[in-house]
């Protein structure tokens, strides 16, 4: 009797314990990542062909402690290797593992590896090749804490490679995760399962092999038990010919699979795996979009959708997925009633926008990622065709707009607008457009509209824009927007540092689309920068809280004498000073000061001709004993800036706060006086949004505006 193990993904324990007992495994007892069992020789064949879901079939040799790199060496070296493989068989060792007396496994691995060649040196004054291409022996240790396991891997290759697959589409799933999605989805053999994702067709291959009771391994050509001594020839043979009998046997299966992927190329390649699986015949290929998938046999028996679609790492960076996921459930409520379903996915979110319920659901890994697998029960309905239109009252609007502000933006030289702001309730969104790019802004919805309902609508609204602009998904970029505080309106949300380069009026400025909330540019103030620009010849200019200083560009531009712009932001001022690179406007004349800017104020005795101030509606400052809030203390902002506009001068105030209340009789007191911008600053793409900000025009009291 053997004492093996069996290694499988992290997640198929289970799965795999059930098989082998049914094989005829006996004390099979589950471990991480893998079953230890015993049987006879004829069940350890067996087991290496016939298994679906082990990685590997291993035959423990010994176990000992490892306190130094010698207990690893004479450990090893008290194997009678000899007795294992002759010396003309080459070898290769991998080592796994570490401890503080091996520190790294390179150093395991040739400690192994000298201990086995000094044992056939000793004995038989002679030594291995070792090769690590195509071995005859590979030898497995795994050393976890001080405790070191030697083992014969039977398998040689992984058993996962089957012999089937020459080529496979982008992110293929290794064939026995494949198998194991396949068990667990709830599929009857005999009844017809469909992958309209099949990409290289694993999932379905796999399932037609178990329908044709065709062993997994029985195309395999090498096998790591070739060059052991104890190899049972005959046996194997025995094993071999059982497993032949049973395929031809079963080559008449009933069951009935479909294929079907948007990329005819690597459909060949699946056509090309089926053939060389041996059942071909059994699968239907064909060239097809998710958006006209159909029942295959709509007379015929229920069977399940199986599938494993693409996932991707962010929600901002996979509007395409979204929406692939989100028409994949429409069209299994309208088309698939009856039917099963089941997706395998590294991404919850993905699986969450095809609005469906699932009745079972398992976990796995594959490779490094974490896994889910939903299954779901589709409930009998009505045969009713998903709409072509998806939002329709959304996509018109969306092509209403795009009509009157497309030639506008081209007018004006503006390469970055608004599209759509939340025109109607029920798509509570806004859209901007950033040259070639979109993004779309989700907002938060009313607490009476159902969670459920708003993140469907925001998915019919990805579809829809995607094709209304017929932009490549790759540039459409999703956010989720609260109502802002303090500097969480500037929070990092990615690492990927990608800029692009827009036009605004006569200015370039970079912005980005997906590191923050906000992209480097508030689209709202656009006019009051090009006001500021057309007041700046020949002036000092100030610009307070200076984000990426977008209006010390146009200041510049428009002929400032100076410009100086703060902002407490190391990130935001490096950005301002590219802004002002790409623009020519470099020297000592334009000045970029990282500071608190209310500390900076209050401190500062410096004079302007123009200054530009646009405060975060809420703030903690290390300032003030509180926080600072714009509609509380903007008098007190309003009496340090007095100090340093010049006679003649003129500050341009803005603020984003909702019934935010000039305080005029305050300004008063102070000698300062007020002339609201509001209207003349609110730009044709966000007419509909009377609140967007409030802007004004603030002078000493004794100067004409």
């Known amino acids: 009797?053997?004492?093996?193990?069996?290694?499988?993904?992290?997640?198929?324990?289970?799965?795999?314990?059930?098989?082998?007992?049914?094989?005829?495994?006996?004390?099979?007892?589950?471990?991480?990542?893998?079953?230890?069992?015993?049987?006879?020789?004829?069940?350890?064949?067996?087991?290496?062909?016939?298994?679906?879901?082990?990685?590997?079939?291993?035959?423990?040799?010994?176990?000992?402690?490892?306190?130094?790199?010698?207990?690893?060496?004479?450990?090893?070296?008290?194997?009678?290797?000899?007795?294992?493989?002759?010396?003309?068989?080459?070898?290769?060792?991998?080592?796994?593992?570490?401890?503080?007396?091996?520190?790294?496994?390179?150093?395991?691995?040739?400690?192994?590896?000298?201990?086995?060649?000094?044992?056939?040196?000793?004995?038989?004054?002679?030594?291995?090749?070792?090769?690590?291409?195509?071995?005859?022996?590979?030898?497995?240790?795994?050393?976890?804490?001080?405790?070191?396991?030697?083992?014969?891997?039977?398998?040689?290759?992984?058993?996962?490679?089957?012999?089937?697959?020459?080529?496979?589409?982008?992110?293929?799933?290794?064939?026995?995760?494949?198998?194991?999605?396949?068990l667990r989805s709830g599929w009857q053999a005999g009844t017809p399962l469909l992958d309209p994702m099949c990409g290289s067709g694993t999932l379905l291959i796999e399932a037609a092999l178990m329908a044709a009771d065709r062993a997994p391994g029985l195309l395999r050509q090498q096998w790591g038990f070739y060059g052991w001594?104890?190899?049972?020839?005959?046996?194997?043979?025995?094993?071999?010919?059982?497993?032949?009998?049973?395929?031809?046997?079963?080559?008449?299966?009933?069951?009935?699979?479909?294929?079907?992927?948007?990329?005819?190329?690597?459909?060949?390649?699946?056509?090309?795996?089926?053939?060389?699986?041996?059942?071909?015949?059994?699968?239907?290929?064909?060239?097809?979009?998710?958006?006209?998938?159909?029942?295959?046999?709509?007379d015929g028996p229920t069977g399940t959708v199986i599938s494993n679609p693409p996932y991707g790492e962010r929600l901002e960076s996979e509007p395409a997925l979204i929406a692939l996921y989100n028409l994949l459930g429409r069209i299994m409520k309208s088309?698939?009633?009856?039917?099963?379903?089941?997706?395998?996915?590294?991404?919850?979110?993905?699986?969450?926008?095809?609005?469906?319920?699932?009745?079972?659901?398992?976990?796995?890994?594959?490779?490094?990622?974490?896994?889910?697998?939903?299954?779901?029960?589709?409930?009998?309905?009505?045969?009713v065709a998903v709409a072509r239109d998806i939002a329709p009252d959304f996509a018109n609007r969306l092509r209403k707009n795009i009509r009157g502000l497309e030639k506008w933006a081209a007018k004006q030289h503006l390469d970055c607008y608004r599209l759509y702001d939340a025109d109607l309730p029920e798509y509570n969104v806004a859209i901007d457009r950033y040259s070639s790019w979109?993004?779309?802004?989700?907002?938060?919805?009313?607490?009476?509209?159902?969670?459920?309902?708003?993140?469907?609508?925001?998915?019919?609204?990805?579809?829809?824009t995607l094709s209304v602009l017929d932009i490549p998904a790759s540039q459409l970029v999703v956010k989720a927007r609260e109502r802002q505080k303090g500097k969480s309106q500037y929070e990092k949300l990615a690492q990927k540092g990608e800029f692009l380069l827009v036009d605004e009026y006569d200015a370039k400025l970079w912005v980005n689309l997906t590191d923050y909330l906000d992209t480097g540019l508030f689209l709202d103030h656009r006019i009051a920068r090009k006001m500021l620009g057309e007041m700046s010849r020949g002036k000092d200019f100030l610009n307070l809280f200076a984000y990426t200083g977008s209006a010390s560009v146009h200041a510049g531009i428009g002929g400032a004498r100076s410009t100086t712009s703060v902002d407490m932001s190391r990130t935001y001022l490096e950005w301002a000073e590219k802004n002002l690179r790409s623009n020519g406007l470099v020297g000592k004349q334009h000045r970029l000061i990282q500071a608190d800017c209310l500390s900076w104020l209050e401190l500062s005795q410096e004079t302007f001709d123009l200054i530009f101030i646009d405060p975060p509606t809420f703030s903690n400052s290390k300032r003030m004993s509180e926080s600072f809030d714009v509609q509380r203390d903007h008098l007190m902002l309003m009496k340090d800036l007095k100090r340093l506009l010049r006679p003649g001068g003129t500050m341009m105030f803005s603020n984003n706060k909702r019934g935010f209340q000039l305080d005029a009789e305050g300004l008063q007191a102070l000698g300062l006086k007020a002339r609201s911008i509001t209207e003349q600053t609110r730009s044709q793409d966000f007419a509909r949004n009377r609140h967007i900000h409030n802007s004004w025009l603030i002078s000493h009291a004794d100067q004409d505006q």
Not at 271 to 293: C, E
Not at 352 to 359: K, P, Y
């Open 229 to 298: 001594r104890g190899h049972n020839e005959f046996l194997w043979q025995e094993v071999l010919d059982a497993a032949r009998a049973r395929a031809a046997a079963g080559a008449g299966a009933v069951s009935r699979f479909f294929g079907s992927d948007n990329d005819a190329r690597v459909l060949e390649k699946a056509r090309a795996n089926a053939r060389h699986a041996g059942i071909a015949d059994l699968i239907t290929f064909s060239v097809n979009d998710v958006a006209n998938l159909a029942n295959p046999q709509p």
């Open 335 to 383: 088309r698939f009633g009856g039917w099963r379903l089941s997706l395998f996915s590294a991404s919850p979110v993905l699986l969450s926008a095809l609005q469906l319920r699932a009745e079972r659901s398992f976990k796995a890994k594959n490779g490094p990622l974490d896994c889910e697998q939903k299954n779901y029960l589709l409930a009998e309905t009505p045969n």
């Open 438 to 464: 979109v993004v779309i802004q989700e907002y938060v919805a009313p607490k009476t509209i159902e969670p459920e309902k708003a993140r469907q609508r925001l998915y019919d609204a990805i579809s829809a």
């Open 1 to 182: 009797m053997n004492a093996l193990f069996a290694s499988t993904a992290q997640g198929l324990e289970e799965l795999l314990k059930s098989e082998l007992e049914a094989l005829g495994a006996l004390d099979c007892k589950i471990a991480l990542g893998g079953v230890h069992f015993h049987g006879d020789d004829r069940l350890l064949y067996q087991s290496l062909l016939w298994s679906r879901l082990a990685s590997r079939i291993l035959l423990p040799l010994t176990d000992f402690d490892v306190f130094s790199d010698d207990d690893l060496y004479q450990g090893v070296r008290g194997i009678d290797w000899p007795a294992i493989f002759s010396v003309d068989k080459s070898f290769v060792v991998h080592f796994s593992g570490t401890n503080e007396a091996i520190r790294n496994s390179q150093y395991g691995t040739l400690r192994v590896k000298d201990a086995i060649v000094d044992s056939f040196a000793d004995a038989l004054d002679q030594r291995p090749d070792v090769a690590k291409q195509q071995p005859d022996i590979r030898v497995q240790v795994f050393l976890h804490r001080d405790h070191a396991m030697v083992s014969l891997d039977l398998s040689g290759g992984g058993l996962h490679q089957r012999g089937y697959r020459d080529g496979a589409g982008q992110a293929p799933l290794k064939e026995n995760l494949a198998a194991a999605i396949v």
